[in-house]
């Protein structure tokens, strides 16, 4: 018999952007602006209600699906959404997350904490915390590589 278990966690990431915070709620709200760092979505429709659907993984790697539907949305301010990440054909989590984008001089403090629950040993807080900040650093590189507009 297969051992299940469960364990509950919160992590909280923080960076700072030197863009504005309506050029990083569009990274996250466009979905071409989204694909230059995240997965790009399969399904889009970022509004709350809408729903976020992707598949990918390394080339020699599990598949892994996320699928995330959007809580609340404060333009250039906040974001919530909830999603659960399969890996392979297993369920490996479910979680809340939000961003808050602080404007900061000229940049954006971006806070990022994710609420989630960590099935059966197959995914960690501290693994989920350490892609985390992988994501939010090619954030920073998309951020950087494209001229803030005028």
């Known amino acids: 018999m297969e051992q299940r278990s469960t364990h509950h966690a919160t992590f ?4 700072t952007y030197p863009a504005k915070p309506e050029r990083v709620f569009k990274a996250w709200s ?6 230059r760092w995240f997965t790009p979505a399969e399904t ?3 509004r709350v209600g ?9 080339p020699d790697g599990p598949v892994f699906t996320f699928d995330a539907f959007y809580q609340d949305i404060v333009p250039n301010e906040r974001i919530v959404y909830s999603y659960v990440l399969d890996m392979g054909d297993r369920r490996i989590s479910a979680s809340v997350t939000t961003v808050e984008l602080h404007p900061a001089e ?5 806070v990022f904490t994710e609420q989630g629950v960590f099935l059966d040993g197959l995914d960690t807080p501290e693994q989920r915390e350490h892609g985390t900040n992988i ?7 998309a951020l950087q590589s494209e001229p803030e507009a005028s």
């Open 12 to 15: 909280t990431v923080e960076r």
């Open 30 to 35: 466009d979905a071409g602006a989204k694909a």
């Open 44 to 46: 889009f429709e970022f």
């Open 50 to 58: 809408g729903r976020e659907y992707s598949r990918g993984g390394p």
């Open 106 to 110: 000229g940049s954006t403090r971006l």
């Open 135 to 141: 994501l939010l650093n090619m954030l920073g590189d």
